[in-house]
């Protein structure tokens, strides 16, 4: 089993900045890809970025030169750093990862942190 953690978020005006991070404890030996995928109300969860292990990234479209993630393998801690916040930023971010090495979805889930974007 692996735990996570996620931490930061919060309230921002449209074109901010706010940063979350997300780390990892349990069996950490089995974590490759570690990810962000975010859902709005009423809407369903999707894709945000994600790194490996050995930090190859991918990210939505719709973040694309705006967010970044990486990550600290030493402190099994992933990072997401938003800048140029949206009103459609606004959401539930959930910190994802498991054992795959593609840029799908694994088995665990952080518990969520809400970021808030003010137009």
């Known amino acids: 089993q692996v735990q996570l953690v996620e931490s930061g978020g919060g309230l921002v005006q449209a074109g901010g900045s706010l940063s979350l991070s997300c780390a990892a404890s349990g069996s950490i030996n089995i974590i490759n890809t570690m990810g962000w995928y975010r859902q709005a109300p009423g809407k369903q969860r999707e894709f945000v970025a994600a790194?490996?292990?050995?930090?190859?990234?991918n990210y939505a479209d719709s973040v694309k030169g705006r967010f970044t993630t990486s990550r600290d393998n030493a402190k099994n801690t992933v990072y997401l750093q938003m800048n140029s916040l949206k009103p459609e930023d606004t959401a539930v971010y959930y910190c994802?990862?498991?054992?795959?090495?593609?840029?799908?979805?694994?088995?665990?889930w952080g518990q969520g942190t809400q970021v808030t974007v003010s137009s």
């Open positions: 994802n990862t498991g054992p795959q090495i593609a840029f799908t979805p694994g088995p665990y």
């Open positions: 790194i490996t292990r050995g930090a190859r990234t």
